[in-house]
């Protein structure tokens, strides 16, 4: 597989992929802010946080 990747001159994921996942990720997060099951899951994980630091 390491004699493939040098072949094809592949070196990892470019910015332009990491902006791509960054876009999706922040797709996500809206989308779920935006609604109410959204809103309930973020209402616990700050509960859950307060819990843990006091």
């Known amino acids: 597989m390491e004699k ?3 072949l094809r001159g592949d070196m990892g994921q470019t910015a332009v992929e ?3 996942i960054i876009a999706v ?4 997060v809206l989308a ?8 309930t899951i973020l209402t616990a994980i ?3 946080i ?5």
Request: charged share 20%.
């Open 18 to 20: 990491y902006l791509g």
């Open 4 to 6: 493939l990747r040098k």
């Open 50 to 54: 307060t819990r843990v630091t006091g």
């Open 32 to 39: 779920i802010t935006g609604t109410d099951i959204g809103q």
């Open 46 to 48: 700050k509960n859950q």
């Open 25 to 28: 990720v922040v797709a996500i």
